[in-house]
Each structure stands twice: as C-alpha cells, then as structure tokens.
C-alpha cells in the first residue's frame, strides 16, 4: 500500500490513512444510545456542570447530566405508558429542537426504529414516507401534525404538556434494559431523491456506532470542549449525525429551528462557537454580504465544515479572504454511509483546495470505470465504491434498488464521479446520472457552476442537459443575479467560453430569482429540468 495515497496496486482498493478503530465485536448486544453514553462518560470530565444542548433563540441550557436522565425517563415512559417495543418504528416531524437529540437516544436505546421526515414535506410526501416506515407512532410539532394520518399509538406533540411529562415523570425505578443487537435497525432515513423517486434508507445501530467512533478518532486534544452550531437539519444525515456525535464526544451543541443568517451570526459572538456545521448556501449567503458580519465578534470561530453539497472553488476563496484564520472543512458522504465517507481534518487538510477530505477510519475506496468496470489509479476519474462498517442494511422494502447499490462483498456504488489524488484526498466531480451528454462528450455541470459561482455578478447557478436535435444535449445555466446586476446572456456565455474546452460551452441561458433546492443546500436539477422543459413547450 503506498503509505501517501492508500492505494494498494495489487488490490485496486483505497484504505483509510486514518488510525484504524476498533469496534465493538458484532455479536455484543449494544445500542447505538449504550455506545454513546459510554463514550460521553469517557469524554466529558464534568457532565454534572458541562452545558450539552443550547437553544440559540431561548438561550435555555442542558447539561449532560440532565440529557442522560432525559433519555432513561423518555425511554422508560415511552415502553411503560405508551407500550412501544422493540421492532417498533417512530416517525418523527418536527424541525430541529431539543428535544430531537434526546427522542433519537431514547428510542435507540429500546430498538424502536428512528424515521425522521421534513416537516415542509407535503402530505403525500409525508404519506409515502409512512407507507414505507410503518410506524406506530409519530412525533410532530403542533403545525406538522395535520399532515399524519392516524396511527395505532396516535402522534405526540413535542410542544405538548403530555411530552414533557412522558420527558420528565418517572415511574421508580427504570426497567430492565432492552436486549438490541447491532445489526438491528436503528433509522430510517430518506434519500434526497434529486434524481428519482425518495426511497428509505436503512441503518443499524453498528452502522451508527462505526461513524461515531470514526470521529471520535480524530478528535483534537483541547483545553475546553468545542462549542457546536448546527444549522442543518436533524432529520438529514448530516443533523442526524452531528446530533448523536455532539452527545457522545461531549461537545455543546447549540441548536437553531429555523435557518437565520444574523442569528447565527448573534449566536457565534454570544456563546463563544467553535465550529459551525452548515450547507453551501449559508456559505455562499456569508461571503456574498460583506454587511451581514459587520458588527459581531466572531473570534471564537475556528472551523465551518461543509456537506451535503459540493462547496464551489470561488465560494472558499472568498471565504479564506474573508476570515483567513477559520478552516473551511469540506466533507463527502451519503445517507447510505451513514454520512462521512471523507473529510478534512485540520489546518493542513482544510487547504487542499477542492478536496472533501481523506478517507474517515475503517473505510475503504474504489474508483471504478463506469463502462468497463476496470478499477482506476490515483488521478483517474471514475465511479466511487466504498465499504466498511457504516453502509446502510439497504433500501426498506426495494430489493432491486439494493441490490444495484450493494454487491455481493460489502462495495456501495455511490453513483458519484471522483478521483483520488496521491495524497489520497477524494475530488467529487459530479453525480454520474447528471452528465450532460454533448457529441458524445460528457460535460460535468459542477465544473461549469464552479466557474459562474466565480462571476462577481452570480449570486448563485446551476448547470442542466437540455435536449438537443444536433448534439443530444447543451449545457443550460440558471443563474441568480447579484441584486441591481445588468449582466446578459451573452456576458454569461462568453465568460464561460473563456475558462472552458469549447464541448463545454453554456449554451443557454434562464436568469432566476432562486434555484431549488433540498434543505441541504443541494441544487434539485430535475426541477430545473422540468422548469426548462415546460418553457420551451410554451414558447411552442
């Protein structure tokens, strides 16, 4: 194995140049909630007084102490009072609170499956969804409960008093704990669905164990915890993941409902915010208003890490401009990988420009030619596989979607475009099923949104095929103007065509006021698609 990029010759396959971490062995019974409160008591020196959950609007505070009695009092109600079981699923519809981390372990920890859901998610989204789950319960806020249908077990109110009792009153003494295997279920998760139906991903308590322990391994030695601002979702993997982990490795998290950009900023000076978890939209939104900063002390702040989506190239020049002294930690990962696949760690990561990272601790990698199979050197770009103990069980109840996923050794088709370098750094190119396909060329629409993000005049872009009787399809670009811009479609294409090999020209042009997008910030390309589709047959 070549001890700079991980690259084994003899096998094809990248390994992880992240300390290996041992895991529990697969047959010990251990739930993912068990694996984190162990780790938590190992981590944090002092959870009767250390602050674990912070709500940004209210300023209320939780200790750890307070977050582990929650989570035994809930775990302990829910099977007494409510009857849940193990086997059971959960749906859960709510937008980020605190009482989100502390529902997450209590079920965990008496093997009833986790699905949460977008709570802006229509009714019929939300109905399919719960085709697929099967819950018994929900969890909703008072303005997303309207969207469930009735469950055998009803739906709770997280802003209800009959919450914060089952939160609150115990019943004496807890009961006997819940035999969960690891292999279990632990979540249901929704893929994002940007190029087809949403399907159910689903994770085991192993899976979350592994991608816990994986950050826990290049955790940095510090004087005092870090101090968390998540902005994402917890009910993406993203949230999903930086919820659970904050718990276990001791670290504050503090929370936001909803996304605001000044109140983030407010919340970075009041509590003193080590590390920022966002999407690339509040990345774009800090460097593209030089105003919205002024004012605040934001010196505490050392790293804003980055995922869901493909940061652009300006976007983190422009950052490093703007506070040279914070690391912008990129990361890849999947919903089917439990989240990180790679990431960057530390300064000297933080300035490989354009990479998401190295691979995290017991992942190994694959690029692999999408035509011939053939598996690909460092350099040479091709479809990423990755194996190891956080990919998911498979799709809930979509044996076909598994089985073209997964293969018969453990490999994950990503259906991503990378390539590793030699310092074994992965570069994410674009989705395969999103090439555009130009006289037999194959145009990568992140290449060209990199390239609009970097005009002054672009506040946001993105790149679709559109169908064409000569050449199959030409690039289309939708493109946000900066407010009082005059730029053209003209401007726009020869500004391209001069960074760009001439297949790769835009040819199109659509100026918008916004661009669609998941909550993760990632571009929904096949509105666009259809945006563009039915204008032209309206022109027709």
């Not at 009792?165 to 004496?172: E, F, K, N, R, W």
Request: glycine fraction near 6%.
């Amino acid at each position: 194995m070549d001890p700079r990029s991980g690259f084994c010759s003899t096998t094809q396959i990248y390994h992880s140049l992240r300390p290996n971490v041992l895991l529990p062995p697969q047959s010990a019974s251990l739930s993912a909630t068990d694996y984190v409160l162990s780790l938590l008591h190992q981590t944090c020196r002092s959870p009767e007084t250390t602050v674990g959950l912070i709500d940004a609007v209210t300023r209320s505070r939780i200790t750890f102490s307070e977050i582990e009695l929650r989570v035994k009092t809930l775990a302990d109600s829910l099977r007494t009072r409510i009857g849940l079981s193990k086997g059971d699923s959960a749906f859960i519809l709510s937008p980020n609170s605190v009482h989100i981390p502390i529902l997450y372990l209590s079920l965990f920890s008496i093997g009833v499956i986790v699905s949460p859901s977008n709570p802006t998610s229509s009714e019929s989204e939300v109905s399919y969804q719960i085709k697929l789950s099967k819950p018994v319960i929900a969890f909703a806020t008072s303005a997303a409960a309207r969207k469930l249908p009735q469950l055998r077990h009803g739906t709770i109110l997280l802003d209800s008093a009959e919450f914060d009792s089952l939160l609150t009153s115990q019943s004496g003494e807890f009961r006997d704990r819940v035999e969960v295997l690891q292999s279990d279920p632990a979540a249901i998760l929704y893929s994002s669905g940007t190029t087809g139906r949403v399907k159910g991903v689903v994770l085991t308590h192993r899976n979350t164990v592994a991608i816990v322990a994986a950050a826990n391994a290049v955790r940095p030695v510090r004087r005092s915890p870090p101090v968390t601002l998540c902005t994402v979702p917890y009910f993406h993997v993203y949230g999903f993941f930086y919820c659970v982990r904050a718990v276990a490795m001791g670290e504050s998290l503090v929370w936001m409902e909803r996304f605001d950009l000044r109140l983030m900023m407010r919340t970075i000076q009041e509590f003193r915010v080590t590390h920022v978890a966002l999407a690339p939209p509040v990345a774009v939104a800090m460097v593209k208003d030089a105003n919205v900063t002024k004012g605040y002390d934001l010196s505490s702040l050392e790293v804003v890490g980055c995922g869901g989506a493909p940061l652009p190239k300006a976007v983190i020049e422009k950052f490093r401009k703007w506070s040279p002294n914070v690391q912008v930690a990129q990361a890849y990962g999947l919903t089917e990988s439990t989240g990180g696949v790679a990431r960057t760690v530390g300064p000297k990561e933080s300035q490989v420009l354009g990479a998401t990272g190295r691979l995290m601790s017991n992942f190994q990698a694959k690029i692999v030619d999408p035509t011939t199979r053939i598996a690909l050197h460092p350099l040479k770009t091709g479809e990423l596989w990755v194996r190891g103990p956080c990919i998911m069980k498979g799709y809930l109840e979509d044996e076909a979607a598994t089985a073209a996923a997964l293969d018969s050794e453990g490999w994950l088709r990503t259906g991503d475009l990378c390539y590793f370098d030699h310092e074994g750094y992965l570069f994410y190119v674009d989705r395969i099923k999103e090439l555009i396909k130009y006289k037999g060329y194959q145009v990568a629409p992140a290449e060209l949104e990199h390239v609009l993000h970097s005009h002054s005049d672009v506040v946001d872009a993105a790149v679709i095929p559109y169908p064409d009787e000569e050449a199959g399809q030409v690039p289309m670009a939708f493109v946000v103007r900066r407010s009082g811009s005059t730029i053209n479609e003209s401007q726009i294409t020869d500004f391209v065509a001069k960074q760009v090999a001439p297949f790769k020209k835009i040819r199109r042009v659509s100026f918008v006021n916004s661009l669609p997008k998941n909550a993760t910030g990632k571009v929904l390309r096949k509105e666009l698609i259809k945006l563009a589709l039915s204008s032209a047959s309206s022109k027709l």
